[in-house]
């Protein structure tokens, strides 16, 4: 019987275009789960040394496995780095290139060949639960959804979940409505992701599952139960988002109960990590995330908004209680599951990461790249650009004329710019940094050309934007007196991204 579902299995991979390494095709293959939390900064978790927030479940899995100490989102918004996770390509060149407002024309492009395309094309069963963020049309005919990106199952939101964590009312199941549930958002998100575990799947298939919460992004809910576990915290904007923190680790810890109860836990693979650095000044704004002390936070590419958790369990395969500073980023992730399930990478195109498992399983101390790390984000708040070579981090404005260099491993917090004591290293990350994004754009589509880099829901170039003004003047006098005079624009802004 197993023969014929790998002869089966073979003919479908052929017909694909998949490799499938044949010594992984039968039972040796990984379950596989990619779970994304969603602002969730750097030190913001027990294991990570925050000294307040409780990560029970977190700490205990990062002494199960490998925690990573370099581990960086692709970008420092939401839809950039989902978009580089599940192409191992960086957000220009995939065309996510910003976070993506509700009625963009932006979305991760089917050209794309993505993470569950490919896993279930080499036999995998695939499953999204939580928030998606890969396109502006959510559930709408006129963009791919997350069932043309390979997903047999999927029950997401477009973007936050709505009105808040608690009783969300806007998730979408395998393009159905779901209407209002009763709880909070990651609890309901992990709630799907069993229910799919124990009734749903082909249980003689390996599976690929990505659970990605809401929590901690704005506008947060916490269970009460939760909050009780902060007393001594008299802020009571503090005390939510530490307890929605401890939320979303209870639900983490609730999926790692059910591998455990179904006697999954040694044959998966489980990542988890955030999509960006915590959101807000982190002291008087309604998020109180921590970078651990790096500078810069939520859309900046300093360290504080691009550095993020990264753990690692694969019994028997990655070492129980390792730590690594290897600096890794959220493109590897694609090729290296890849590897882990004995899938081989597209070979047509430009991938941006690489397979990292040598790392990760502690057969290589180091990484060769082909490309450094790279980051690009126009709504950046200063540098717009950067990368990251060895211990060196060049960061440039968006024209790549004003440029900072630093070396993070003498200068972690970027206090120190080297570019004029350090002329040789400065120019040769110079001239990468530009010739890299002229190669990017040159594949990239130019969404970024013409769309606002806020969003992508609106049209950037001035004279297009006029015309648009006058068009729809009637329509945005009436948006702009709904605007409170102390700035609610602005905080609206930042609860969508
Ligand atoms: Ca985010």
């Known amino acids: 019987m197993r023969d014929m579902f790998l002869c089966g299995l073979f003919a479908l991979c052929v017909e694909l275009g998949v490799v499938v390494d044949v010594c992984l095709a039968g039972a040796e293959r990984p379950n596989i789960i990619l779970f994304l939390a969603d602002d969730l900064g750097w030190g913001d978790l027990g294991c990570y040394g925050h000294p307040v927030i409780r990560t029970p479940h977190l700490d205990t899995f990062a002494g199960q496995g490998l925690r990573l100490t370099s581990c960086y989102a ?8 989902r978009s580089a996770l599940l192409t191992g390509r960086t957000p220009h060149r995939n065309g996510v290139y910003t976070w993506i407002a509700e009625g963009a024309p932006v979305h991760l492009r089917t050209t794309e060949r993505t993470l569950p395309t490919l896993l279930r094309a080499a036999g995998y069963g695939t499953c999204h639960t939580g928030k998606w963020h890969l ?29 808040s964590h608690h009783n969300p009312v806007n998730f979408v199941r395998n393009g159905v409505p779901v209407g209002p549930l009763e709880g909070y ?46 007393p001594e915290l008299p802020d009571v904007v503090q005390r939510e988002h530490h307890a929605n923190v401890t939320q979303l680790d209870a639900a983490f810890g609730r999926l790692m ?26 002291v008087t704004s309604p998020g109180r995330g921590s970078t651990g002390g790096l500078r810069g936070r939520k859309r900046h ?4 908004g691009i550095r993020v958790p990264g753990l690692v369990r694969w019994p028997g395969k990655v070492a129980a209680g390792a730590v690594c500073d290897v600096p890794i980023i959220g493109s590897d992730v694609f090729p290296t599951l890849l590897a882990a399930a004995g899938v081989s990478v597209p070979s047509e195109r430009v991938l941006d990461g690489v397979n990292v498992l040598p790392v990760l399983t502690g057969q290589a101390a180091a990484v060769e790249r082909e490309r450094p790390l790279y980051w690009r984000l126009l709504m950046a708040p200063q540098m717009k650009s950067a990368l990251r070579d060895g211990d060196w981090k060049l960061l440039a404005d968006e ?13 972690e917090h970027e206090t120190t710019d080297l570019r004029e ?30 769309l606002s880099p806020n969003g992508g829901g609106v049209v950037r170039d001035e004279k297009q934007k006029n015309k648009q003004k006058k068009q729809q003047s009637g329509v945005k006098q009436g948006q702009r007196q709904q605007v409170s005079p102390s700035g609610g624009r602005k905080a609206e802004q930042q609860e969508q991204q």
């Open 74 to 81: 692709a970008s420092a918004v939401c839809s950039p780095s």
């Open 135 to 163: 396109n502006g049309l959510f559930n709408q005919a006129d963009q791919p959804q997350p069932d043309a990106h390979g997903y047999d199952w999927w029950m997401a939101t477009q973007n936050n979940a709505a009105p």
């Open 185 to 230: 958002s990651a609890l309901l998100t992990v709630d799907e992701a069993v229910r799919w575990l124990r009734s749903e799947r082909d249980r003689s298939r390996p599976f690929f599952l990505t659970v990605w919460t809401h929590e901690p992004h704005y506008p947060i809910a916490a269970a009460a139960e939760y909050q009780a576990l902060y």
């Open 257 to 282: 109960q059910e591998l455990d109860a179904e006697q999954l836990t040694s044959e998966t693979l489980v990542v988890f990590t955030s999509d960006n650095g915590p959101e807000g000044d982190g």
């Open 301 to 304: 590419l300093y360290e504080g």
């Open 399 to 411: 024209r790549l004329e004003r440029m900072e260099l630093y070396n993070l491993r003498m200068d």
């Open 421 to 450: 004591r350090e002329p040789e290293k400065f120019e040769q990350l110079r001239s990468r940094l530009i010739a890299l994004t002229a190669e990017i754009d040159a594949e990239g589509p130019d969404w970024w050309k013409t």
